[in-house]
């Protein structure tokens, strides 16, 4: 059967100026998402998150010229093949999305009903009086108190969390087959955070669609996303079934990433395990693999050849990594020489 989102080769290039080359910025990914599937996308910032998730929806162009290559067959159609006016009838149609971008942010100027029925109206082709009776539904739905009153308040009169709970609505106003978040609740506090998460598992059982969700937090993944994919300079580090990758991480830079959830018992405010060093600049990629420079891992080959991303093994052919290394054996060996 064919899946709900097909991505194949996803490569993003930048203009560097002059006689340079391209930086590329996301790097030859490949993965299927199916329909009822939630996929966590995590790597520290600047890892690509963000671009991967525009180049997806055909926005590269509005950063700085990006352009995408590959293909990112949704329902079999390839969304970087299409005109802008038939994207337009995908996005926040069939895929919904809530980024922090001001391009899909809150109008400050029209209130919260005009906002979430505009679409209703303009793609559904619902009545101005339907609309707004779907809109206080929206509300309702996203665990807005007093939504026929709301309504008719404009974005200010309404908390950081509210605001996050509308962009929700907005994004599943026309119910969508696949929800695209952005990073939406790493400007909240942590209480609220969690009942946002909680928020989106009910909503996907509710309404049974697709969710990629993008964060750099491990926890959010554990609790909601049932794929995992990591990502690192662009480059898909890791990807598989979340409860296989978290149990026996295949990448150091998984591992590294996993070491910074706070474990139970631990008090949530002491200092966590940090990867040492700086993101690489894509425009200085080293030669093989990216995480190599900060990978106390790494062997003379990580540094020489590029790793391919394939399973891990042939039990486990979801989980698939990109090492030369064999990160299980290698941590064993940590642990034999710190009991010594
Ligand atoms: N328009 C652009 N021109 C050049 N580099 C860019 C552009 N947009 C993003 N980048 C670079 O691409 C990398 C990935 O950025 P981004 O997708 O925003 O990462 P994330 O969302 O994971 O934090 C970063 O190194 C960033 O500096
Ligand atoms: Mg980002």
Not at 205 to 233: C, N, P
Not at 249 to 270: D, F, H, N, V
Request: charged letters at 20%; one cysteine or more.
């Amino acid at each position: 059967m064919q899946p709900l989102l097909d991505v194949r080769n996803l490569t993003v290039e930048v203009p560097a100026g002059r006689g340079k080359p391209p930086v590329r910025i996301i790097d030859n990914i490949s993965y299927t998402l199916e329909d009822n599937q939630t996929l966590g996308i995590v790597g520290e910032s600047g890892s690509g998150k963000s671009m991967q998730a525009l180049a997806m929806l055909g926005l590269s162009q509005q950063r700085g010229r990006a352009r995408a290559g590959g293909e990112v067959l949704f329902k079999g159609q390839n969304l970087l093949a299409l005109s802008d006016k038939a994207l337009r009838a995908v996005r926040g149609v069939q895929i919904g999305m809530i980024f922090q971008e001001p391009m899909t942010s809150l109008n400050p100027v029209l209130t919260i009903g005009r906002q979430l029925a505009e679409p209703l109206v303009h793609h559904m082709g619902m009545s101005h009086a339907k609309a707004r009776r779907r809109a206080i539904d929206l509300l309702s739905l996203v665990g807005i108190t007093d939504p026929a009153q709301r309504v008719g308040q404009y974005p200010f009169q309404f908390s950081g969390g509210m605001r996050q709970r509308v962009m929700i609505a907005m994004a599943l106003a026309c119910k969508p087959r696949l929800l695209i978040g952005d990073e939406p609740t790493t400007a909240l506090d942590v209480t609220v955070q969690a009942q946002i998460i909680e928020l989106i598992r009910e909503l996907r059982d509710e309404m049974k669609m697709s969710i990629i969700w993008i964060t750099h937090d491990m926890g959010v993944v554990a609790a909601l996303a049932d794929r995992v994919q990591v990502l690192y300079a662009g480059k898909i580090m890791e990807m598989g079934p979340v409860d296989q990758v978290f149990r026996q991480p295949r990448s150091a830079y998984t591992w590294a990433l996993l070491q910074s959830i706070p474990k139970r018992g631990q008090r949530p405010r002491e200092p966590l395990f940090q990867i040492a060093g700086q993101p690489v600049d894509p425009a200085r990629r080293p030669p093989g693999d990216p995480f190599a420079p900060r990978n106390p891992f790494a062997t003379e080959r990580c540094h020489r050849e590029a790793p391919p991303l394939r399973a891990v093994s042939p039990d486990t052919p979801l989980h698939r990594a990109a090492a030369w290394y064999d990160l299980p054996r290698c941590l064993a060996d940590l642990n034999a020489g710190e009991e010594k």
